[in-house]
Nanobody, 123 residues
Framework: QVQLVESGGGLVQAGGSLRLSCAAS????????MGWFRQAPGKEREFVAA????????AYADSVKGRFSISKDNAKNTVHLQMNSLKPEDTAIYYC????????????????WGQGTQVTVSS
């Protein structure tokens, strides 16, 4: 079993920045790909970003390209999501996820989930 714990969410004004972190524990493997998803009220959960097991390849949703950046620290079993130029439409609960296939793709197959962290962007 893999446990994922997110942190770093909060309230920020439009145009501001936040950095989310996800700490992995349990039966984690550095060969897992890590990703971020989000779910806004009344909407389905959607893919945001992913990074492959090496940390050499990333994938992003079109809506966040150029504003968000995902990174991975295998030694610390952590993954980060740097979010810049935030918009009110980025408001959502952000979830960390792990994919045992190890590849970064928008068709990320989340097999493990964190509990989520709230991000609210005010206009």
């Amino acid at each position: 079993q893999v446990q994922l714990v997110e942190s770093g969410g909060g309230l920020v004004q439009a145009g501001g920045s936040l950095r989310l972190s996800c700490a992995a524990s349990g039966r984690t493997r550095s060969t897992y790909a890590m990703g971020w998803f989000r779910q806004a009220p009344g909407k389905e959960r959607e893919f945001v970003a992913a990074i492959n097991w090496r940390g050499s390849t990333t994938a992003y949703a079109d809506s966040v390209k150029g504003r968000f950046s995902i990174s991975k620290d295998n030694a610390k079993n952590t993954v980060h999501l740097q979010m810049n130029s935030l918009k009110p439409e980025d408001t959502a609960i952000y979830y960390c996820a792990a994919d045992t296939r190890g590849i970064a793709t928008p068709r990320f197959r989340a097999e493990y989930w964190g509990q989520g962290t709230q991000v609210t962007v005010s206009s």
